[in-house]
């Protein structure tokens, strides 16, 4: 089968359409003036057959020649890692990368329970490591402590009364 395309002028197409993406610039109104952004653009398989007059169907085909194989496959992860570069860095519609991940790469995030406990033993210098050491029930510990914190503050007696106020604590300035 003949192909439109050799696999080196692929891998130059490659780059030519990597360049084209990576120094897209985008006009921007800020205060009354137009100013250029650069705005690096999200490549997709889709826009690579575009740019290089191939069709999807031609890219598959050329992906099973061994001659082409190994350009088409790096096409394909580079398009992957842009697309998670542009996710993790905010670029783009990210519910839109997301949905694209999962439709098209399987990519499917999971999350996972933990629902391991964890046991804590401190040494803190007994003389006898051999001894049973006592344990301690953290909620317990804490209750007792919340108490002992509330006997602490809390009044025995009454609080002394206020002086009565009189006259003579008054500042006359008659």
């Not at 100013?35 to 653009?41: C, D, T």
């Not at 499917?108 to 001894?131: F, V």
């Not at 919340?146 to 006259?167: G, L, R």
Request: charged share 25%; hydrophobic share 35%.
């Amino acid at each position: 089968m003949a192909y439109k395309i050799s696999p080196g002028k692929l891998k130059e197409k490659w780059k030519a359409f990597c360049a084209q993406c990576d120094e897209h610039i985008e006009p921007v109104r800020y205060r009354g003036t137009v100013v250029q952004l650069p705005k690096r653009l999200i490549y997709s398989i889709d826009s690579f057959c575009c740019f290089a007059g191939l069709e999807e169907n031609d890219l598959a085909a050329l992906e099973r020649n061994k001659n082409y194989a190994a350009t088409v496959r790096l096409i394909r992860y580079t398009v992957l890692a842009r697309k998670l570069e542009a996710l993790v860095n905010g670029e783009g519609s990210t519910s839109g990368l997301i949905f694209d991940l999962k439709c098209n790469y399987g990519l499917h995030p999971t999350k996972k329970e933990d629902t391991q406990d964890w046991h804590i033993t401190m040494n803190l210098g007994a003389d006898d490591m051999d001894a049973p050491q006592p344990t301690v029930n953290a909620a317990e510990e804490v209750r007792k402590w919340k108490e002992q914190q509330e006997k602490q503050h809390q009044p025995t007696a009454a609080p002394p009364a206020a002086p009565p106020k009189s006259p003579s604590n008054y500042i006359s300035f008659i």
